[in-house]
């Protein structure tokens, strides 16, 4: 069975890049905070960035989500799931945001 | 071709009928994971919101942050999520039970530490008087990270049953299909943890 | 026995919470529940119906039965809260200058259970009914994807209606409105159980309907028949789908919701406080992120009933497809960008109010494109005047009465000077009672022919109808002027004479909506008992379009003897076009799933669970719960989940069909209400 062998192979690697592109990820985020290497606002812009790229490759080399056709309804779902996220939670920041400096 | 259709996760390849079977119920989980990240989502614009405007005069989330625990449950959550991959990898190529069990046995030992982690920081927290009825901010930090917790606790609760599936049948197609949907569920738990870190732990660090 | 063991045992449960209560009527209620039980359980026993209760239905996992249980929950439910709602118009009529009939506390209670029950115990559950009768046999299904989790849902929104029903017996239920807003619902201003009540029934419903929701999602993308793309999919079809993504993704802003108030209600968390940080606009925030999408849950099934109505009873295919798909599709998605025009007035600038309110507008443009489509779809038809189609009327000139209403209202200063009106409440009942209720109505007329084999009777359901029709204007036409006048909704009492003859005339138009809902119970009466001559077993009463049509009345479990295959749009008409619609298919085995006892254990355990959360009897509420997870466990022990149907009784029933076409005369459409419809349409070409 030496197709599936490669398969297999080719699998594995891929596990294995998620998961080393993913803690470089995380490491590079501990390390800007832990070493104070920026200031507030361009650490915590740094920090959503790494987190999205890192939700990226979760969700590619993790939950095998990519471009190939066999996946269109995944991927869908899943680019949906992230437009209604956004619409909840930016509208939800927005309004809550603009009640409580009402407030002040 | 159909062994490609959920790579790393699929039932005995080159089956057509129960890969017929299984398309829905894969799909299925993951609108249902779905869902459950929508859910998520709320808690996190709950706790941003009340991060910033629920201290009422108790401790700030740069007061409670403790940035070495948390990237010691980081880690153990995070090799957890590979040695799931390592085990669905065990289950797609190798018919080798022990070798799946060891995997997975080791993903819930890892996930088993992480809520061991958890709960010491919780305890912590509380030994403090940082209990969530101190302020909304407290409530919503201690929610989120329960709410996952919960996950986690779950997640290894099925793992249990897994093993006594497995005991007791062997790894048959219903098993596969189980600790398919596991699998994701275990990947899905460890994104929700990224949020986690980085919206909690590291810009509660920051400020 | 000592305070601290009673507690530990019954919670707060005491024999002060059981009945007599303390107004008469609250008592009559609560002696009407407990006459109903009995009389129930013991009909149920004196005829013996208990063995073919249990296996045929209690236990059945069919998507076709676990459908109609939906609408039975649906209408029993419909009953008590049309019954409030008459209540709470005679309550105003009366207490004009004067205290009424029931007191405040009682009446905020009534208008807590009108709205719940009528959202999530009736509308809720009838939609689901009918999305799971017709949906997969619309789409050539032999059943849903998860048959086993479509039970679940429908056993916890029944433990959920359950435990509002008990509520009437044993203690109270909120006084917080449908919606439940704190502070009123924090522990502080509502220290009992009712409050409790109402999160736990409601956390009960939405669990199930998220369920459903994944279910229909997953039947509709993973089970079509061969041939059925989605665009050949009868609209009712993508209107189920829309609202099964609706129900995934909002549903999950009220379980946040409602756990919220929960934790600060059990636990003193500080969520929605007033002090210590709490937030209670963020409440109305989550509310309302579920609240808008569920007003279009409710609104779209009723759409493509609609839909299916007027193109079958004018004879002709639908105008305009496509467009009502997108404009579905639009609709499903802007639901989700609109939800802070629930509360304009909370305190927010001007600019969010104006891009929420522009997002509402835009709402206003597909449901325009529907109407236009409906319209043309009855133009130059030959229109039958159906029991259904007279609601579909109904629906299509009310409803756009009461959009304009709502574009009114998308004007935050317009909705300043209105807000919390009854101005309001008959804007809302003007958008449900027609856009939901009318086309609940309407799939039952249409549809009850297929699920049992018989027409209903025609003259009481247009008795129902006009019942119906004048009632709504009655009612709600003015609660507008009353709105505009300033009167102010969930008013136990007025102090303005000027609003009396107003009041008078909306009673009487309450009261002629519950001679609707008596009508309807008379028409399905009358119905049963001449269904002799109402024969409509062959399946196919009014030259129906879709494939549900193509199948006996009853079908069969496995819906259809051979999966048919599907070449465009309009699939039965297209077979019957080509007469192949009743040639005899090759059968085999056909695999159904095994009948279980355990989705309406799993529910009876979350609402014993749920019963002791309420009433804070811990030990209860902890069993309850590992009851329900340890009988989930138990499914994915049992490997034997399945039944297989041999060929031959396949092969038998179809044919017994078959000889039933062959010996039937056509009827003509001019005939399809008399004995002359066996269920064999003729075929309009």
Partial sequence: MIPEDDARRRELRAYAIGFAMAAALTGVAFAIVAGRMMGTGATLLSLGGLALVQVAVHFRYFLHIDLEKSHRDDLQLVLFTALIVAVMVGGSLWILWDQHARMM | MSARRHPGLSVAPGDAHTESEAEPVIFGFWVFL?????????????????????????????????????????????????????????????????????????????????????????????????????????????????????????????????????????????????????????????????????????????? | ??????????????????????????????????????????????????????????????????????????????????????????????????????????????????????IFFMAMPFLTGVINYVMPLQIGARDVAFPWLNAIGLWLTTAGAMLVMASLVIGQFSGGGWSGYPPFTQTGFSPGEGVDYWIW????????????????????????????????????????????????????????????????????????????????????????????????????????????????????????????VYATMAIAVLSFTVWLHHFFTMGQSADVNAAFGIATMLIAIPTGVKVYDWLLTLLFGRIRFSTAMLFGIAFMVSFVIGGMTGVMLANPPIDFAVHNSLFLVAHFHNMLIPGLLFGMIAAYQMWFPKAFGFRLCERWGKVAFWCWGIGFYLAFMPLYWLGLSGAMRRSAQFFEPQFLPWLIVALMGAVLMVCGTGALGVQLIVSIRSREARRVAIGDPWDGHGLEWATPSPPPEYNFAVIPNVSGRDAFTMMKRAGTAYALPACEDIIVPRSSALPMLIGAAAGVAAFGLVWHIWWQAVAGVVTVWALVIARSFDADTQRTIPAAEVERDTTAWLAGVAAATPAPRSREMTPANAGLAEHQA
């Avoid at chain 2, 009340?50 to 989330?61: D, F, S, V």
């Avoid at chain 2, 958890?118 to 989120?144: C, N």
């Avoid at chain 2, 290894?156 to 596991?182: E, H, K, Q, S, T």
Wanted: hydrophobic letters at 55%.
């Fill in chain 2, 34 to 207: 779905m869902s459950d990240v929508v859910l998520f989502a709320l808690l996190f614009a709950t706790y941003a919101a009340m991060r910033a405007q629920g201290i009422a005069g108790g401790p700030t989330p740069r007061a409670i942050t403790d940035l070495a625990g948390a990237a010691i449950e980081t880690a153990l959550l995070l090799t957890s999520s590979f040695t799931f991959g390592m085990a669905s990898l065990a289950l797609k190529y190798r018919d080798d039970t022990r070798r799946l069990a060891r995997w997975l046995a080791i993903t819930g030992l890892l996930g088993i530490a992480f809520l061991g982690m958890e709960a010491r920081d919780f305890a912590t927290l509380i030994g403090h008087g940082a209990v969530p009825q101190r302020s909304g901010f407290l409530s919503a930090h201690f929610t989120l990270l329960g709410t996952h917790g919960l996950h986690v606790a779950a997640g290894l609760v099925w793992m249990a049953v897994m093993f006594a599936r497995i005991a007791i049948a062997g790894v048959d197609d219903r098993v596969r299909l189980a600790i398919m949907r596991l699998a994701l569920f275990w990947h899905m738990l460890d994104i929700v943890w990224v949020g986690i870190f980085t919206f909690v732990f590291l810009y509660g660090a920051t400020g």
């Fill in chain 3, 201 to 324: 029934s409601v956390g009960l419903a939405s669990l199930g309907s998220t369920l459903s929701g994944i279910n229909i999602a997953v039947t509709i993308y993973k089970k079509r028949a061969p041939g059925m793309d989605l665009f050949c999919m009868p609209l009712f079809c993508w209107t189920a789908l829309c609202t099964s993504i609706l129900m995934i993704f909002a549903m999950p802003a009220l379980t946040v919701a409602t756990s919220l108030l929960a934790l600060d209600r059990y636990a003193g968390f500080h969520f929605f406080t007033n002090d210590l940080g709490g937030n209670v606009m963020n409440y109305a925030n989550l509310f309302w992120l579920f609240g808008h999408p569920e007003v279009y849950i409710l609104i779209l099934p009723a759409f493509g009933v609609y839909s299916e109505v007027f193109a079958n009873f004018s004879g002709k295919r639908l105008y305009g497809y496509n467009s009502l």
């Fill in chain 3, 1 to 118: 026995m000592s305070d601290a063991a009673l507690y530990g045992l019954v919670g707060n449960l005491r024999l002060s919470d059981f009945p007599p209560k303390h107004d008469l009527i609250a008592n009559c209620a609560a002696w009407v529940v407990i006459f109903g039980v009995v009389a129930t359980l013991s009909a149920i026993t004196v005829m013996g119906w208990w063995r073919a209760l249990w296996t045929q239905w209690l236990t059945a996992l069919d998507h076709k039965k676990i459908g109609i249980m939906y609408i039975v929950v649906a209408f029993v439910m419909q009953v008590r809260a049309i019954v409030e709602a008459a209540l709470m118009r005679a309550q105003q009529a009366a207490a004009v200058n004067a205290p009424g009939v029931v007191s405040p506390a009682h009446f905020a209670e009534l208008f807590t259970t009108h709205g719940t029950i009528m």
